[in-house]
C-alpha cells in the first residue's frame, strides 16, 4: 500500500522561507511523478509542483515560479519543496501526491491517486 507523509509545515513571515518533504513507502513504480498541491480555504485546489522521477523534469506554474524549488530523492522515495519568498496568499494546506507517471506533464500531474494528509503552512504579513 502506497503511503505518502508530509512534514515541514508552519508560520513563517512573509518574505521567508520554508521547506516541505514527502516520504513515500510502499511505492513499486519504476517510473513515477511527485506533485505538491494546495488548497487554500474557500479555493480550488491548486498544483504548485511536479517532478519526474526518470528524468527530474519538472512543472510549475507561474503563481510559485522563481520563488518554489522541488526536488526528488529516487533512492529515499521523498520530496521536498523549497518555497522561498513566501507571501500571504501562499498560506494553504499543502498535500503531495503520487503515482505511476512516465513523465511530469501538467495533464498526468493532476490526476495523481496516492496522496498525504497534507501539512500547514501559514504565512503571515
Known amino acids: 500500500e502506497v503511503h505518502l507523509e508530509e512534514s515541514g509545515g508552519g508560520l513563517v513571515q512573509a518574505g521567508g522561507s520554508l521547506r516541505l518533504s514527502c516520504a513515500a513507502s510502499g511505492f513499486t513504480f519504476d517510473e513515477y511523478a511527485i506533485a505538491w498541491f494546495r488548497q487554500a480555504p474557500g479555493k480550488e485546489r491548486e498544483l504548485v509542483s511536479c517532478?519526474?522521477?526518470?528524468?527530474?523534469?519538472?512543472y510549475y506554474p507561474q503563481s510559485v515560479k522563481g520563488r518554489f524549488t522541488t526536488s526528488i530523492d529516487i533512492y529515499k522515495n521523498t520530496a521536498e519543496l523549497q518555497m522561498n519568498s513566501l507571501e500571504p496568499g501562499d498560506t494553504a494546506v499543502y498535500y503531495c501526491a503520487a503515482d505511476n507517471a512516465a513523465s511530469a506533464t501538467i495533464t498526468r500531474c493532476k490526476h495523481l491517486d496516492y496522496w498525504g494528509q497534507g501539512t500547514l503552512v501559514t504565512v503571515s504579513s
Open positions: 517532478i519526474s522521477s526518470v528524468d527530474g523534469s519538472t
